[in-house]
């Protein structure tokens, strides 16, 4: 009789085992190799060159409103007149003041003449010469002094007539005609220049050292920032269309914040940035260089080091310690740790671990947000 045994050694692929998992889907891409400059950016405010309050100098009751409000103006162009005629007849009367002191003046010289030779005669006393000698410096000072009340009441009776003090765009008026205006009191309206147009910013001490220090590394004689170039963007802008250059630095440093105020100048011909606008300007940093880029999304941080997992010929994925650099638009500049041909991953990264293999899939950067 034979028995059938069944054996019950170890299998290959026993009952219930689970298979192995799949290599992880990951995206991967070369680093973008270009030639790149560095800027630092900075938030401020659009200002004017040049804004005016404009207000009386004399008193009187408004006559007329000369301009449109939102209006642009050139300096000299009338814009408000106040009633003349007080003024006028101020200017009439000493005017007549004027002329009665040529007249008394022209008297004592009459009576210094006829002075003079009864003097010589001795037929007046020297008490009597000298009252006639001091009656003609006084008449002489009271011609001066009509002179200068008939100078005052012309400029008195010009200063009727309000004129722009410079060229730009005229706010609204803040009176009407008809209401009574105080000297140098009531606001009347404004005026700003609108090209060009400053932008001031706060840069920190060590970026401005930085600066100073690329300046003289490329030619300057000294530290001076005058020239530097500067680019701007307004709110709805993602770019920076607007060029310009500095053309002030604070000469000492604000201690309570540790900034020097840097103030940016930008032609604006078609008037498209207005004062007081919320401005993006970024300042250049450096001269160009090749430098290689990827986005802030393929580099990861272990403790203090920085790192990406770059992928070799095997489809395994190398741990890589990287320095990064500047933000270029959408990328980071890599100082250190990566060649240009190599595969850095760029989704997936939780999943991987050194000498993991994976599933790669190939794009590439493009100039995707490098400016």
Same mark, same amino acid.
């Given at each position: 009789?034979?028995?059938?045994?069944?054996?019950?050694?170890?299998?290959?692929?026993?009952?219930?085992? =689970?298979?192995?998992?799949?290599?992880?889907?990951?995206?991967?891409?070369?680093?973008?190799?270009?030639?790149?400059?560095?800027?630092?950016?900075?938030?401020?405010?659009?200002?004017?060159?040049?804004?005016?309050?404009?207000?009386?100098?004399?008193?009187?009751?408004?006559?007329?409103?000369?301009?449109?409000?939102?209006?642009?103006?050139?300096? %000299?162009?009338?814009?408000?007149?106040?009633?003349?005629?007080?003024?006028?007849? =101020?200017?009439?009367?000493?005017?007549?003041?004027?002329?009665?002191?040529?007249?008394?003046?022209?008297?004592?010289?009459?009576?210094?003449?006829?002075?003079?030779?009864?003097?010589?005669?001795?037929?007046?006393?020297?008490?009597?010469?000298?009252?006639?000698? /001091?009656?003609?410096?006084?008449?002489?000072?009271?011609?001066?002094?009509?002179?200068?009340?008939?100078?005052?009441? /012309?400029?008195?009776?010009?200063?009727?007539?309000?004129?722009?003090?410079?060229?730009?765009?005229?706010?609204?008026?803040?009176?009407?005609?008809?209401?009574?205006?105080?000297?140098?009191?009531?606001?009347?309206?404004?005026?700003?220049?609108?090209?060009?147009?400053?932008?001031?910013?706060?840069?920190?001490?060590?970026?401005?050292?930085?600066?100073?220090?690329?300046?003289?590394?490329?030619?300057?004689?000294s530290a001076d920032l005058k020239?530097?170039?500067?680019?701007?963007?307004?709110?709805?802008?993602?770019?920076?269309?607007?060029?310009?250059?500095?053309?002030?630095?604070?000469?000492?440093?604000?201690?309570?914040?540790?900034?020097?105020?840097?103030?940016?100048?930008?032609?604006?011909?078609?008037?498209?940035?207005?004062?007081?606008?919320?401005?993006?300007?970024?300042?250049?940093?450096?001269?160009?260089?090749?430098?290689?880029?990827?986005?802030?999304?393929?580099?990861?941080?272990?403790?203090?080091?920085?790192?990406?997992?770059?992928?070799?010929?095997?489809?395994?994925?190398?741990?890589?310690?990287?320095?990064?650099?500047?933000?270029?638009?959408?990328?980071?500049?890599?100082?250190?740790?990566?060649?240009?041909?190599?595969?850095?991953?760029?989704? %997936?990264?939780?999943?991987? /671990?050194?000498?993991?293999?994976?599933?790669?899939?190939?794009?590439?950067?493009?100039?995707?947000?490098a400016q």
């Amino acid at each position: 009789m034979q028995l059938a045994l069944v054996g019950c050694g170890s299998s290959s692929n026993p009952e219930g085992a =689970q298979p192995a998992p799949p290599p992880p889907n990951v995206k991967i891409a070369q680093p973008l190799s270009q030639e790149t400059t560095e800027w630092d950016e900075y938030t401020g405010r659009v200002e004017a060159v040049n804004s005016v309050d404009i207000r009386a100098r004399v008193g009187g009751y408004l006559d007329t409103v000369n301009f449109t409000a939102g209006a642009k103006v050139k300096k %000299g162009d009338l814009l408000f007149q106040i009633d003349p005629k007080p003024l006028k007849a =101020q200017l009439n009367y000493a005017v007549a003041e004027l002329e009665r002191a040529k007249t008394k003046r022209e008297l004592a010289k009459n009576d210094l003449s006829r002075a003079e030779n009864l003097f010589k005669a001795k037929a007046i006393s020297a008490e009597e010469y000298d009252m006639r000698n /001091k009656g003609l410096r006084e008449a002489a000072a009271a011609v001066e002094s009509a002179e200068a009340s008939v100078y005052t009441a /012309k400029l008195n009776l010009e200063y009727t007539e309000i004129r722009a003090p410079i060229s730009g765009r005229v706010g609204r008026e803040m009176i009407t005609a008809g209401n009574l205006v105080k000297a140098d009191d009531t606001l009347l309206t404004n005026i700003v220049s609108t090209d060009p147009v400053y932008v001031y910013v706060d840069a920190d001490e060590q970026s401005v050292l930085k600066y100073r220090r690329h300046a003289q590394q490329h030619g300057k004689a000294s530290a001076d920032l005058k020239g530097t170039p500067v680019e701007l963007a307004v709110a709805d802008e993602t770019d920076f269309p607007h060029q310009g250059k500095l053309d002030y630095i604070a000469p000492r440093e604000d201690a309570a914040t540790g900034t020097l105020s840097l103030r940016g100048v930008f032609a604006n011909p078609d008037e498209l940035l207005s004062p007081g606008f919320f401005a993006r300007l970024r300042v250049q940093a450096s001269a160009s260089y090749p430098a290689l880029l990827l986005p802030d999304r393929a580099i990861a941080t272990d403790q203090a080091q920085r790192f990406v997992w770059v992928i070799n010929q095997d489809n395994q994925a190398e741990y890589r310690q990287v320095t990064p650099g500047a933000r270029i638009g959408e990328l980071r500049v890599i100082r250190s740790g990566l060649q240009a041909g190599d595969w850095v991953v760029l989704e %997936g990264l939780q999943k991987l /671990k050194p000498g993991a293999k994976v599933n790669p899939e190939r794009t590439s950067l493009g100039a995707q947000g490098a400016q």
